[in-house]
Antibody
Framework: QVQLQESGPGLVKPSQTLSLTCTVSGDSISSGSYYWSWIRQPAGKGLEWIGRIFASGSTNYNPSLKSRVTISVDTSKNQFSLKLSSVTAADTAVYYC?????????????WGQGTLVTVSS | SYELTQPPSVAVSPGQTARITCSGDALPKQYAYWYQQRPGQAPVQVIYKDSERPSGIPERFSGSSSGTIVTLTISGVQAEDEADYYCQSADRSGTYGVFGGGTKLTVL
C-alpha cells in the first residue's frame, strides 16, 4: 500500500521560507512512472496545485507561485520536498503531497493526510 | 491562467441523481479527474481519465465528457456522499495542473 506523509514546521514567520518534506513508502520515487506533487488548501477554500517533480529532477510549477517555489527530490531517502520563500499570511494552508500518474494517467491516486502550516509572527 | 469552472453547490434528495459539471477550454485535449473531500480529510479520487472508476469506488459514481464540459454523476445519492467535489485537469500543453473551485454536494 502506497503511503505519503508530510512533515515540517507548523508555524512559519512572515518573509521566511516554508519547508516541508514528503516521505513515500510502498513505492519507489525512482520508479519513474509518477510525478510527485504538492497541493495546498487554505481554510474553507479550494485546492491549489503548487507543482510537481519527476524522479529525474525535472519540475513544473504553478505560474502564480513559480518565483517562490522550489521542489526537490532525494531518491536515496525516498522523499521529496517543498520550499516556498517570502511567505505571507496568504500562504497559510493545509499542504498535501500526492502521487500523480504520469504514464498511467491515473491522476492523483495517493495523497498524504495533509499538514497545516500557519504563517504568523 | 487556465481555469476550470464548477458550480459552487448542488443539492439533491437521497436516492436521486446528482450531476456536477466542470468546464474548461482544454478539456477536449486533457483528461479530467474527480476527487471527493469530506470535512477534515484529504481528497479521494472517485473518477480518473474522464470516466474510469478506481477500485473501491462505488458503481454509483460515473464520469462523462462532452467537448469542453465534463460531468460527475452520482446515481442513487446516499447521505455519505455529502462532500466537496473537485475536478482536476491540466492546461492544453499538459504542463500545469489545475483544480476547479469545488462543488459542495448537499444531501437534503
Amino acid at each position: 500500500q502506497v503511503q505519503l506523509q508530510e512533515s515540517g514546521p507548523g508555524l512559519v514567520k512572515p518573509s521566511q521560507t516554508l519547508s516541508l518534506t514528503c516521505t513515500v513508502s510502498g513505492d519507489s520515487i525512482s520508479s519513474g512512472s509518477y510525478y510527485w506533487s504538492w497541493i495546498r488548501q487554505p481554510a474553507g477554500k479550494g485546492l491549489e496545485w503548487i507543482g510537481r517533480i519527476f524522479a529525474s529532477g525535472s519540475t513544473n510549477y504553478n505560474p502564480s507561485l513559480k518565483s517562490r517555489v522550489t521542489i526537490s527530490v532525494d531518491t536515496s531517502k525516498n522523499q521529496f520536498s517543498l520550499k516556498l520563500s517570502s511567505v505571507t499570511a496568504a500562504d497559510t494552508a493545509v499542504y498535501y503531497c500526492a502521487r500523480y500518474g504520469g504514464t498511467t494517467q491515473k491522476g492523483f491516486d495517493y495523497w498524504g493526510q495533509g499538514t497545516l502550516v500557519t504563517v504568523s509572527s | 491562467s487556465y481555469e476550470l469552472t464548477q458550480p459552487p453547490s448542488v443539492a439533491v434528495s437521497p436516492g436521486q441523481t446528482a450531476r456536477i459539471t466542470c468546464s474548461g477550454d482544454a478539456l477536449p485535449k486533457q483528461y479530467a479527474y474527480w476527487y471527493q473531500q469530506r470535512p477534515g480529510q484529504a481528497p479521494v479520487q472517485v473518477i480518473y481519465k474522464d470516466s474510469e472508476r478506481p477500485s473501491g469506488i462505488p458503481e454509483r459514481f460515473s464520469g462523462s465528457s462532452s467537448g469542453t464540459i465534463v460531468t460527475l454523476t452520482i446515481s442513487g445519492v446516499q447521505a455519505e456522499d455529502e462532500a466537496d467535489y473537485y475536478c482536476q485537469s491540466a492546461d492544453r500543453s499538459g504542463t500545469y495542473g489545475v483544480f476547479g473551485g469545488g462543488t459542495k454536494l448537499t444531501v437534503l
